[in-house]
T-cell receptor, first 113, second 115 residues
């Protein structure tokens, strides 16, 4: 049959609220994780990364949480702004010498003023 | 802030033609990559390149694809005989120290349309 595009999960928040974007990753042996933001017509923009020996890492207005037990990654954005509206992707790197990132399907965040 | 630049932003070509997509990675980066994103699909890894050779490639990266770093600044992806299913956004990325050590920084992509 004809393949269809991915139906992206969506998250809609009010300006100033905190946002939490979730990601379930596939490989329990992955040792590195990274969040990207993609605005329309642009390439993925690096937000924050975390290694598997950590549970939490903070950046400017963003926090990434890693729960290896349930293979779950989350991105928290504090005081969300209209400029945060974009598609957010998590990606994982398989353990070992692999150079590739395996991307998730993305979540579309819409920030309402 | 230094960035990865890609040209052209949009390339239209006929099936069977050769295309070359060009990228200028960030100047002090040593690892280079091509990814692609078919409309509405996930971003997919194609190839990684380090020390003037391919370090890893995916199943997508068949004999029709090749990469080259012809000089100290450019990194190119060539598709020898394009197919309709090659239509996608192609993203170049670079990294200082490789995946898992330092983040990949992506360009804004080349939209390839094969007719």
């Amino acid at each position: 049959g004809e393949s269809v595009g991915l139906h992206l999960p969506t998250l809609s928040v009010q300006e100033g609220d905190n946002s939490i974007i979730n990601c379930a990753y596939s490989n329990s042996a992955s040792d590195y994780f990274i969040w990207y933001k993609q605005e329309s017509g642009k390439g993925p923009q690096f937000i924050i990364d975390i290694r598997s020996n950590m549970d939490k890492r903070q950046g400017q207005r963003v926090t990434v949480l890693l729960n290896k037990t349930v293979k779950h990654l989350s991105l928290q954005i504090a005081a969300t702004q209209p400029g945060d509206s974009a598609v957010y992707f998590c990606a994982e790197k398989p353990q070992g010498g692999s150079e590739k990132l395996v991307f998730g399907k993305g979540t579309k965040l819409t920030v309402n003023p | 802030e230094p960035e990865v630049t890609q040209t052209p932003s949009h390339q239209v070509t006929q099936m069977g033609q050769e295309v070359i997509l060009r990228c200028v990675p960030i100047s002090n980066h040593l690892y280079f990559y091509w990814y692609r994103q078919i409309l509405g699909q996930k971003v997919e890894f194609l190839v990684s390149f380090y020390n003037n050779e391919i370090s890893e490639k995916s199943e997508i990266f068949d004999d029709q694809f090749s990469v080259e770093r012809p000089d100290g600044s450019n990194f190119t992806l060539k598709i020898r005989s394009t197919k309709l299913e090659d239509s996608a956004m192609y993203f170049c990325a670079s990294s200082i120290s490789g995946t898992g050590v330092s983040p990949l920084h992506f360009g804004n992509g080349t939209r390839l349309t094969v007719t």
